[in-house]
């Protein structure tokens, strides 16, 4: 394939990556998506003058320099108060003292008139949380003070005063501040009845948003389902021509993977269908094989369009998803693997050649294949994969990068319900960095690490982002936690001797 062609896909991708990040810095969006290609620029370059690869060694510390000036830049104009983020009470503000004198106000467009200041006080049982100071923000109002009850009953108590006194007119979010003291944040609804309009002016009809679009749900799906039908003649170095006869060779692959994803998918959306969250259909993403990315699919998702209302649910439905997708991939996996031929390894292995897999790469695929082939698979020997297998494979690597704890990935999701979005990001941070470090041994982990590290480290809060979680729920996202290991680790040489592989 053209390597111009190859270099622009990657470029439409990153940049799609970096979007995302947008929201949280003055940076441009364009200068984050150069910082971030350059590696893949300059190297493309190279290729293009001195007519041969750029040296890896190079290529590792340009795209060290890059993620690292990617980092600063970011940091560097990040904004201060984010409407809804762990930051919003933490910029600049101007507190304003809840006492029986006048309040000061500042000349700045605020949430609430100043007759309803009074109205805002009362929603503040003082035997509940002792409200000691209120900021008023463009976007917000955070309200300071002393919790006297349990999370759970301050932030249900103060929400339904708040839905009392104004309506659907604001949510209310609940979170730990830098000094672990919580504080309530009231931000707009931009979905209430007589909310404002884009110039301002209250008493406009919010616009109906349409969540279900079922139409373009099985449009997906079904071109989803050509194009990977289609991927395995890739995938299989088939060079026939095309027909009924031999797209049929590429139906176990495509049936496999989508039910794969589809499953994983449907788990995030049953889970947030039962707790009444906003939620679109799972929507599959379909791509036309190339040499860079001969998959047939990037995926699926869903999209959550209203806000998620407690850690609780924040876990359950980050959680749902991979181990949905793991539970349908495990026993497909070992069918497959008991379908595959066991063949001699070449002398230079090549990453997820499909004729040759070398089982070894990851703990979870090693002694999944032992277990399915048994004393036929020996020390050297690697794997002709059955369709099946191809396809489940594929499946517990998405399971694995999902659950990766950083930013919006599952595995984020689940960090953030178990820890805090602070702890949560914290533990997004190390873990970037220890993949990048991995990624120096195992090098196909490399585009991971980079992928990674363009994403943004932070979570979205819940609504009530205080209450902690049970111990069954912490219990199940160790689990998780550890499934992601068993996935990434290669089999350690001491258990490969014992099991002769």
Request: hydrophobic residues 50%; glycine residues 8%; proline residues 8%.
């Amino acid at each position: 394939m053209n390597p111009l062609l190859l270099l622009v896909l990657l470029g439409l991708i990153t940049y799609f990556i970096v979007r995302r990040v947008a929201g949280v810095t003055r940076t441009p969006v364009w200068l984050l998506w150069l910082v971030a290609m350059a590696p893949a620029i300059v190297s493309s370059g190279w290729v293009l003058v001195k007519g041969k690869p750029m040296p890896s060694q190079l290529i590792l510390l340009l795209s060290a320099v890059c993620l690292l000036l990617y980092w600063f830049l970011i940091q560097r104009n990040r904004l201060s108060s984010p409407p809804v983020n762990s930051s919003v009470a933490e910029g600049e503000g101007q507190p304003i003292e809840v006492t029986k004198e006048a309040v000061t106000i500042p000349a700045l467009p605020r949430p609430i008139d100043k007759a309803e200041e009074t109205t805002l006080q009362n929603c503040f049982p003082w035997s509940v949380y002792y409200l000691q100071n209120v900021e008023y923000r463009p976007q917000a109002i955070v309200c300071r003070g002393q919790l006297r009850s349990k999370p759970e009953v301050a932030y249900q108590t103060i929400q339904e005063n708040v839905a009392e006194q104004f309506g659907d007119r604001f949510y209310v979010v609940f979170q730990e501040g830098a000094n672990q003291k919580p504080f309530f944040v009231l931000v707009p609804n931009p979905q209430a009845q007589g909310a404002a309009d884009a110039n301002g002016l209250p008493g406009a009809k919010p616009r109906k948003q349409t969540v279900a679009r079922p139409f373009l749900a099985i449009g997906l799906f079904l071109a989803t389902f050509f194009t990977t039908t289609l991927a395995w003649l890739d995938l299989e170095k088939q060079t026939v021509q095309l027909s009924p006869a031999t797209l049929v060779t590429g139906l176990p692959y495509a049936f496999t993977l989508m039910t794969i994803l589809g499953i994983h998918e449907l788990g995030h959306y049953l889970a947030a269908r039962r707790y009444k969250i906003q939620a679109t259909l799972p929507y599959f993403i379909p791509v036309i094989p190339i040499p860079l990315f001969p998959f047939g699919t990037f995926g699926a998702f869903i999209q959550i369009r209203s806000p998620i209302p407690h850690r609780r649910a924040l876990f359950d439905v980050g959680i749902a998803g991979p181990l949905s997708g793991f539970v349908v991939a495990l026993p497909l996996l070992l069918w497959g693997l008991a379908h595959s031929e066991v063949v001699d390894l070449p002398e230079k292995l090549e990453a997820f050649n499909l004729q040759a897999l070398n089982p070894n790469f990851s703990l979870l695929l090693a002694l999944m294949s032992k277990l399915a082939l048994g004393g036929a698979l020996t020390a050297g020997s690697g794997l002709d994969l059955h369709p099946v297998a191809v396809a489940s494979c594929l499946g517990i690597v998405v399971t694995a990068f999902n659950l990766m704890p950083v930013g919006q990935l599952d595995g984020g999701h689940i960090v953030h319900a178990m820890f805090g979005q602070r702890v949560g990001t914290a533990i997004g941070q190390i873990s970037r960095l220890l993949l990048l470090l991995l990624s120096l041994v195992q090098s196909h982990l490399l585009v991971w690490a980079v992928l990674l590290f363009l994403m943004p480290a932070s979570d979205e809060p819940a609504l009530n982002d205080v209450t902690e979680l049970d111990n069954r729920r912490d219990l199940w996202g160790i689990l998780a936690l550890g499934l992601l290991v068993l996935i990434i680790l290669p089999l350690p040489a001491g258990l490969g001797k014992l099991l002769n592989l």
